[in-house]
Structure formats: structure tokens, C-alpha cells
T-cell receptor, first 111, second 117 residues
Framework: GESVGLHLPTLSVQEGDNSIINCAYSNSASDYFIWYKQESGKGPQFIIDIRSNMDKRQGQRVTVLLNKTVKHLSLQIAATQPGDSAVYFCAENTGGFKTIFGAGTRLFVKA | DTAVSQTPKYLVTQMGNDKSIKCEQNLGHDTMYWYKQDSKKFLKIMFSYNNKELIINETVPNRFSPKSPDKAHLNLHINSLELGDSAVYFC????????????????FGPGTRLTVL
């Protein structure tokens, strides 16, 4: 069956440290991957995306790494801030409009 | 100037009732979606419309019926509500007729928390 990501794990980091959120996907035909951030009481918000022909993409304080060999995706957040506390979802697309979301990772940032 | 809005934000109702959730986007997008998020935060696609045409219809009970009167609106009607329908429902939109980045970058509404008693 379809599955992206892990059951909701929690990551706790100290403010100022770097965070790494991991995601495993199962569909080797997926060609587009997206990370979303969901703050409490809000809808998910796009962070960064990456195509399958890339293995790294950088944004502002965020970097996404894609390892197609082991079907693994990671989101790195530099100098994590309290405002980064949220649930993070990886999502995959194999074409068309259907995007499959992973189970999410809750990030706690300790001040 | 909210991009994707949903009403109501909270909905508490009895089992067996019929209810509707409304969604509007002012982004000029032509593709809209409904997602269900359960208590474990798992987010699952239910429906998607592109230019008012249904393009995604997941294995959702037929008690759920989406309606898209125009490209800016996608409403969700639920008949005979059951306890298991309790969840947060998210509407989203994206620019469908575009490359992958725009097509798949979805803008989500704030969600509607449905509680069935």
C-alpha cells in the first residue's frame, strides 16, 4: 500500500541548534517531494520542494536532502528558533494532482 | 485578504445530522482539495476538483459529497454524520495548469474541526 513517512515521532532540540527531520517513502516512482509545516491550530504551509532529479535543495535556513537509493528524504533546519515548533510533513507525488502526505514529525524547540 | 478560507471553524453536531463546510480561495487557482486530518495528525486526501471537474475521489463514503459551484469555491456536504467523521477537515488550492512546482504547491485553509457526538 501507499505509505510515506513514519508514525508521528517527536524531535526536541535546543534553540540555536540544527534540526534534522527524516522521512522514508515507499513509492520509487515518486518524482516530486514537498515539505510542509503545520503550526498548532493552522493548516499546513509549504516550506520547500525537490524534484527526483536533484539530491539537495536549499532555502532560507532549510535544506532538503533526497536519497533515492534508500528512498529517504530529510529536512534540515539551521539555527532552530522557537517559531519553528510545529508538525512537519513530507509529501510525495508521482504525477497528476494527488499528493500523499507522511505521518508527520512534531518538532519542539526548547528555549 | 485571507487566501483560503473555510467556514465554520468549529462544528459540533449530533450523529445522524447533515452538515456542510464551505471553502473559498481568492488566489485565482483552478484546483481545490479536501483533506481529512485525524487525531494522530494523519492527513489524507479526499477529493480534488480542477476547473470545477472532479479529478480525485478517494475511497470516501458516499455520505460525503463535494460541490464546486465555481473555481473559487469547493464545499463539502456530509450526510448522516457518524462518530468516526470527527476530525479536522482542510481545504486547499493550487494552480493546476502549470509546472509541477505550482501545480503541487498547495495553500491550505485554517481547517474546520468537526466533532460528532
Amino acid at each position: 500500500g501507499e505509505s510515506v513517512g513514519l508514525h508521528l515521532p517527536t524531535l526536541s532540540v535546543q534553540e540555536g541548534d540544527n534540526s534534522i527531520i527524516n522521512c522514508a517513502y515507499s513509492n520509487s516512482a515518486s518524482d516530486y517531494f514537498i515539505w510542509y509545516k503545520q503550526e498548532s491550530g493552522k493548516g499546513p504551509q509549504f516550506i520547500i520542494d525537490i524534484r527526483s532529479n536533484m539530491d539537495k535543495r536549499q532555502g532560507q535556513r532549510v535544506t532538503v536532502l533526497l536519497n533515492k537509493t534508500v528512498k529517504h528524504l530529510s529536512l534540515q533546519i539551521a539555527a532552530t528558533q522557537p517559531g519553528d515548533s510545529a508538525v512537519y510533513f513530507c509529501a510525495e507525488n508521482t504525477g497528476g494532482f494527488k499528493t500523499i502526505f507522511g505521518a508527520g514529525t512534531r518538532l519542539f524547540v526548547k528555549a | 485578504d485571507t487566501a483560503v478560507s473555510q467556514t465554520p471553524k468549529y462544528l459540533v453536531t449530533q450523529m445522524g445530522n447533515d452538515k456542510s463546510i464551505k471553502c473559498e480561495q481568492n488566489l485565482g487557482h483552478d484546483t481545490m482539495y479536501w483533506y481529512k486530518q485525524d487525531s494522530k495528525k494523519f492527513l489524507k486526501i479526499m477529493f480534488s476538483y480542477n476547473n470545477k471537474e472532479l479529478i480525485i475521489n478517494e475511497t470516501v463514503p458516499n455520505r460525503f459529497s463535494p460541490k464546486s459551484p465555481d473555481k473559487a469555491h469547493l464545499n463539502l456536504h456530509i450526510n448522516s454524520l457518524e462518530l468516526g467523521d470527527s476530525a479536522v477537515y482542510f481545504c486547499a488550492s493550487s494552480q493546476g495548469e502549470a509546472g509541477a512546482h505550482l501545480r503541487l504547491t498547495q495553500y491550505f485553509g485554517p481547517g474546520t474541526r468537526l466533532t460528532v457526538l
